[in-house]
Each structure stands twice: as C-alpha cells, then as structure tokens.
C-alpha cells in the first residue's frame, strides 16, 4: 500500500495539493493566469508571474527563478512565494522574479510530449518576453531552474541541457528513472555524460527528497565527479511542526512530504533559498 501511495503521489505530482495561503498574504506583486502568444508557435502559454516587493523595471535586471510544476500540474505557487518571502525578510536571499509556467502536465518539460513545446515556449518565446516587460537579466550566472517531481526531472534536463541559460538547478522530489545513459529511462539526461567537464565547471545542483528517491542518479553524479547539494528530509515526525505542509491534514501523525509547499518549508527550504542566493551573481 505504501508503495501504491508514492507512485500515485508521482504520476499526479500535487493530486493531494493542501490549501494555497491568500495571495494577499504575500508582498510582492502575484499574477496567476497570465497568457501569452508564442511568436514561434503560436502557441497560447499560461504562466503564473511575481514581482519582488518594490520591484521597478528601471531597477533591474533582475535575477530569475524558473519553476516547473508536476506531473499532474499543481505547482502551489503561492506557498512557495510565502517560503521565498520569509527567507527574503530574513536576509537569506535577495530579489527574485519568479515565473511559474502552467498547464504542461505529463510532458516531464520536453517538446513534442502531451502534443506539448514546454521548452519552445518558455525558453525561446516567453522567456525573451519577460526579458523585455519586465527587466529580467540576460545573464545565466543570475538564473536558476528549479522544478517539483515531474518539475525536479524537467529542472535536471533544462540544467544539462541549456547551460547556457542556466548555472543552479533545484530538483524538489525528483523520482527514479533519471539516467545520462540510458535511453528508455524516463528522465533521459545525456548531457551529464556528454558535457560533464563544463558541468563540473558551472552547474550548481541542489537535491532536495522527500518521498521519492534519487539513489542511482547521484550514483551516476557521483560517478562522473559532478558535485551536488543534497538533503533528505526528516524520518521522525517530532522533527515537524503543527500544521506543517509535510504532515496529513487528516491525520496529522502520518507524512505527506511529496508536495512543494512541504519541499520548500522548514530548515531544508531556508537552505534552499541560500544555496540559491549563494550560487547567483549579485552586480555591486
């Protein structure tokens, strides 16, 4: 039965989402349901978009934060903007805009799955966009990808792959099948293997597991000498506090690690935020 639930929880990635916080609760600027025409495609993409508190075109450009929902779609945006706002009020990190790219369920963020161009569309049509309305740096040594299940093996792929886009991945519950070697693996990463020396060089990659596990991929990082930040989340459930997102609101002396709120709360999503804010080009 234990093993049903954890495969449930990975095919639909956020199935058994907990209760967003008001958005009103949060102090920069949350937009949900944006659209916008893809000039390549034509495409319709929807994206979920925050400003930081006292955010100003003329003030960028501003350092960006890729989020890639699960399989089944739900991202819980707004308590991952809740988790970033704390760490920002504590000093942790500084100002992020954060772009959270909608409706690619099933598609593990690869063109041509689900009928689906999630990398066409964020990368080459929305992204350039946002660069423009809103002031987003060019720079990849100021970006980071960062994804939940589903989203945690797209964050891996766009990682590798576009490395010229991006210089931090955060993979949140990434679960098994990601491989640099073989091609059936559902994750299939190649560019680990195939350009692992400019990786070694300038790709910081944090893995953060809750339910799932990712034993044989950081086997395989091991292997090839790519470094990586990693921490699993706690066993004993004294270690989590009431009503936090990583217990069953049913039953609150049993887990639920596999959602982003849980993912991005705690010690473990403060070090989440600062391996981010560590790892981005700050201009003096």
Not at 53 to 70: R, T, V
Not at 75 to 102: D, H, T, W
Not at 192 to 216: D, F, M, P
Request: proline share 5%; aromatic share 12%.
């Amino acid at each position: 039965m234990k093993t049903f639930s954890i495969i449930v929880l990975y095919v639909f990635g956020m199935g058994l989402v907990q209760a967003q916080p008001d958005a009103g609760e949060l102090e920069g600027r949350y937009q949900k349901n944006l659209t916008y025409k893809g000039p390549i495609t034509g495409d319709e993409i929807v994206y979920t978009l925050y400003l930081p508190p006292n955010y100003h075109k003329d003030h960028g450009p501003y350092p960006l934060i890729i989020f890639l929902h699960g399989a089944g779609g739900g991202n819980g945006s707004a308590q991952v903007l809740k988790s970033y706002e704390a760490a920002r009020k504590a000093g942790k990190i500084g100002s992020f805009i954060v772009v959270f790219p909608e409706k690619y369920a099933g598609t593990v963020w690869r063109d041509g799955a689900k009928a689906k161009r999630p990398e066409t569309n964020i990368l080459k049509e929305l992204l350039p966009f946002l660069q423009k309305e809103h002031a987003l740096t060019e720079d990849r040594s100021q970006r980071t990808v960062m994804g939940f299940s589903m989203g945690a093996a797209g964050s891996l792929y766009w990682g590798s792959k576009y490395l010229g886009l991006f210089s931090t991945v955060v993979a949140l519950d990434a679960g098994g099948g990601t491989s640099f070697n073989d091609p059936n693996a559902r994750n299939f990463v190649p560019k680990y293997g195939e350009n692992t020396k400019a990786i070694q060089e300038s790709l910081k990659i944090r893995l953060v597991q809750g339910a799932l596990n990712t034993r044989r991929f950081r086997q395989s990082l091991d292997g090839l000498k790519i470094a990586y930040d990693y921490e699993q989340l706690p066993e004993d459930i004294a270690k989590y506090p009431a009503g936090s997102s990583c217990l069953s609101r049913k039953d609150p002396t049993r887990k639920f690690l596999h959602n982003p709120a849980c993912m991005t709360e705690g010690s473990w999503g403060t070090a989440t935020w600062v391996f981010i804010e560590k790892n981005t080009r700050r201009d003096k």
